[in-house]
């Protein structure tokens, strides 16, 4: 294997903790590059099922570096349980490593994600997972945010509290009829939150990383949500505050570019979303609530039901473009097994003046005016999922694969027939 990224290809839960956590055994270094604990990643091995908001997919294997790294947001109360939970399965937590570059998200950031998102009217709801995120990173980009390091900076910390919270208050109660914090309160928390980090920050990661490039340790970078809810390249503003795209990994890591070799994008062999935002393919009928059904898809981190559509060729071709991915990961095919038929939708057509779209249309206020063009194909009609080999799955699910990847100008590497990790089709 070579240093690789996982992203997702969609707009999140593809499966790419799954992905991860096989590609895992065989790296060194696993680092979470982006995103927080609005990420739900879902791992089923040793006959249970272990689910990571922020650490890293590969922490079920021993003797690896599992990294949270410096574009991540953390909130240090989901963290801790996140660690408590594994200890409590015995999972060996000496590998795993916090940048002292990645942000904390604090209450107040929660606070405003819940209030945006409840008074919300119409087109201004994103529907996101309340966890902090847009706030957290609005803070970062704007300069005002707490980095893991300055829980440990006690003179800096309190200088930067006496910078900020008089803005963050006149903020959190003129704006939003909020609740002030109190320097004496924050600094309590900023205590509780080292604490928590304490054991796990890696002031070394510098040594770390040039040793690593030095002995030619394998490194595996780990996405959150997708790259259709990135903030530069999704469908803005219905996207996460971060970025998923393969960039993320350079921008979040401290690896620059030219360590990377692979990039593999993980899409389902059809399309879910929660939260709102423009969906092409998106089915609200019979059909949506069985694979929504079949596929149990409901939100990891919120519970929230999944909207669930067809496999739409071109939004996984932006992927490849905006992402340069060097091939897909297929999962959840075993998903199709009962179906007659499966849809895919390979072009948008304007239902105004019938022009066709074979590219993104990033100005998500025409997607009302857009239809898919779908083409169909035959269901295999069998259980897929035990199957081990790739030439051993149906004629018609090869040629559904084959298919996508013509549309999509990618190989399909891995082909994902459930949740296991001997459900997994390596070609
Ligand atoms: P992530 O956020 O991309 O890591 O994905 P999630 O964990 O949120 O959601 C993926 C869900 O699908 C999890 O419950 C996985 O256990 C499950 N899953 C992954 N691959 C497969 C597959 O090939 N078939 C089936 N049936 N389930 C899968
Ligand atoms: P994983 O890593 C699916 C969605 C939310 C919302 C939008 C913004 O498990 O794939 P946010 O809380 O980030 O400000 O919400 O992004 N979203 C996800 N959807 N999977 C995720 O993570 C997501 N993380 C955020 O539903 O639409
Ligand atoms: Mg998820």
Redesign the pocket.
């Known amino acids: 294997m070579e240093n690789t990224v996982v992203i ?1 290809a969609q707009w ?7 992905i991860t956590d096989l590609l895992a055994e065989n790296a060194d270094i696993i680092i979470r590059y982006q995103g927080g604990c609005n ?6 091995a040793n006959g249970k ?1 272990f ?1 990571f908001h922020l650490i890293p ?1 590969g922490i079920l294997y021993k003797n690896k570096l599992c990294f949270i790294g410096a574009g991540t947001v953390i909130y240090p109360d989901v963290l801790k349980k996140e660690i408590e939970d594994l200890k409590k399965d015995n999972i060996d937590l000496s590998g795993l490593k916090i940048s002292p570059l990645a942000s904390i998200t604090m209450p107040y950031h929660i606070d405003v994600d819940g209030y945006s998102e409840d008074t919300a009217k119409g087109a201004e709801k994103i529907g996101t997972t309340k966890k902090g995120i847009g706030p957290t990173y609005t803070d970062k980009i704007s300069r005002h945010g707490i980095k893991v390091q300055d829980l440990f900076d006690e003179e800096g910390l309190s200088n930067k509290l006496d910078l900020i919270l008089p803005l963050k208050n006149k903020e959190l109660t003129q704006v939003y009829g909020l609740k002030s914090y109190s320097k004496e309160e924050v600094t309590a928390l900023c205590k509780k939150y080292a604490e928590i980090i304490k054991p796990y920050l890696c002031n070394d990661w510098q040594k770390i990383f040039l040793d690593a490039k030095k002995e030619n340790k394998i490194i595996l970078f780990e996405g ?1 949500q997708g790259v259709m809810l990135d903030v530069d390249w999704g469908t803005y503003p219905y996207v996460t505050s971060s970025n998923p795209v393969a960039g993320g990994a350079c921008t979040g890591s401290g690896f620059g570019p030219t360590v990377i070799k692979e990039i593999i994008g ?1 899409s389902k062999a059809y399309i879910t979303r929660v939260g709102e935002g423009p969906f092409a393919t998106e089915l609200t009928d019979e059909t949506g609530e069985k694979i929504r059904n079949i ?2 898809e409901f ?2 981190t919120t519970g929230r039901p999944r909207r669930t559509g067809w496999f739409d060729a071109v939004v996984a071709k932006y992927g490849v473009l905006v992402s340069g991915l060097t091939s897909m990961a297929v ?5 199709f097994d009962t179906f007659e038929e499966i849809k895919v939708c390979v072009a948008y057509k304007d239902k105004r003046n019938g022009e066709i779209y074979d590219y993104y249309p990033t100005n998500i206020n025409i997607h009302k005016y857009l239809e898919p063009v779908y083409e169909t194909h035959a269901g295999w009609k069998s259980n897929i ?1 035990d199957i081990k080999k790739y030439e051993d799955l149906p004629e018609n699910a090869k040629k559904y694969i084959k298919r996508l990847e013509e549309l999509m100008g990618v190989p399909v590497s891995i082909v ?4 296991g990790r001997n ?1 997994t089709i390596f070609r």
């Open positions: 997702g999140g839960d593809e499966g790419k903790a799954k990420a739900g990643h879902t791992v089923v099922t689910k997919s959150a993980v596929g149990h939100g990891t999962t959840k095919l075993d998903v999922s994902s027939v459930g949740p459900q």
